[in-house]
């Protein structure tokens, strides 16, 4: 989005854009509405449909990657953003233990979900499951709701992340409180309670409910669907690691060009 005058050619501004204007009757804004909420629509009855046949895909993928060493470790790994969080040694060597990764998708709502991290017996934690669940809250209008043919509601069309979705935490039973990696490498928040001055460790995924930097989305909505991929290095994921220079190479132009500062991906949930 622009935010002052960009640059345009000598003589522009004696030039009217015949695409300067344009007016929208209330009929067709009416239209517009409606075709937007029948395209909402037939994309959640198509992820429905999608989820449905991909879940006994992944169950076949669950037993054989549960033969391969350090299957999910790596693949969560090869993620920039991923390994970002999970950047000191201790993460690495007690994600070394993980055995198993699934991500539960939320039945009556596919963009909720609760992620499982499987662990052999280790020196960190006594917990063999860490879960991390993205509950659905239905709104109160839900309550009047009747669903299409599809099982499609109109809060469902009106999902709202932050009004409808409660994340949990929970505590790790650690061993040691000198392995208690939370403790030693605490989560350190900004000026804003969700802002991230510094993440710690990884595991404070777990023991906070918030998820400012969406690390849960990613890992459901990412590396969970193509976790051979990234597992593989198939996967050419640099948009975390190079957002700065990114940003240092817009410095030039936002003398002349007053932008907003770039946002990250949008998660797909």
Same mark, same amino acid.
């Given at each position: 989005m622009v935010k002052g005058t960009k640059r345009s050619s000598p003589g522009a501004e004696d030039e009217?854009?015949?695409?300067?204007?344009?007016?929208?009757?209330?009929?067709?804004?009416?239209?517009?509405?409606?075709?937007?909420?029948?395209?909402?629509?037939?994309?959640?009855?198509?992820?429905?449909?999608?989820?449905?046949?991909? *879940?006994?895909?992944?169950?076949?993928?669950?037993?054989?990657?549960?033969?391969?060493?350090?299957?999910?470790?790596?693949?969560?790994?090869?993620?920039?953003?991923?390994?970002?969080?999970?950047?000191?040694?201790?993460d690495q060597t007690a994600l070394s233990y993980l055995e198993d990764l699934w991500v539960e998708k939320d039945p009556n709502e596919h963009r909720c979900f609760?992620?499982?991290?499987?662990?052999?017996?280790?020196?960190?934690?006594?917990?063999?499951?860490?879960? *991390?669940?993205?509950?659905?809250?239905?709104?109160?209008?839900?309550?009047?709701?009747?669903?299409?043919?599809?099982?499609?509601?109109?809060?469902?069309?009106?999902?709202?992340?932050?009004?409808?979705?409660?994340?949990s935490s929970m505590k790790i039973d650690w061993k040691d409180p000198e392995k208690a990696l939370t403790k030693v490498y605490p989560r350190e928040h900004g000026q804003d309670e969700d802002e991230i001055a510094e993440p710690g460790s990884f595991f404070n995924i777990f023991e906070h409910e918030a998820d400012p930097s969406e690390v849960g989305i990613t890992i459901a909505n990412e590396i969970f669907p193509e976790a051979i991929e990234y597992f593989l290095g198939n996967v050419d994921d640099n948009e975390f690691s190079d957002s700065e220079d990114e940003e240092d190479d817009d410095d030039d132009d936002a003398a002349e060009i007053d932008l907003e500062k770039p946002r990250t991906k949008k998660r797909k949930v």
């Open positions: 009217k854009s015949p695409l300067a204007e344009v007016e929208l009757s209330d009929e067709d804004a009416k239209r517009l509405t409606e075709i937007q909420r029948d395209l909402a629509r037939a994309e959640l009855v198509l992820e429905r449909q999608a989820q449905a046949t991909l *879940k006994p895909v992944y169950e076949k993928r669950r037993q054989v990657v549960k033969a391969i060493p350090n299957f999910w470790p790596v693949a969560l790994m090869r993620h920039n953003l991923f390994g970002y969080y999970a950047q000191h040694n201790a609760t992620i499982e991290f499987h662990f052999k017996d280790n020196q960190f934690f006594n917990d063999r499951v860490l879960k *991390k669940e993205y509950k659905y809250l239905p709104p109160p209008a839900a309550e009047r709701d009747r669903a299409d043919e599809n099982g499609i509601t109109e809060s469902m069309l009106d999902f709202s992340w932050d009004r409808d979705v409660q994340i």
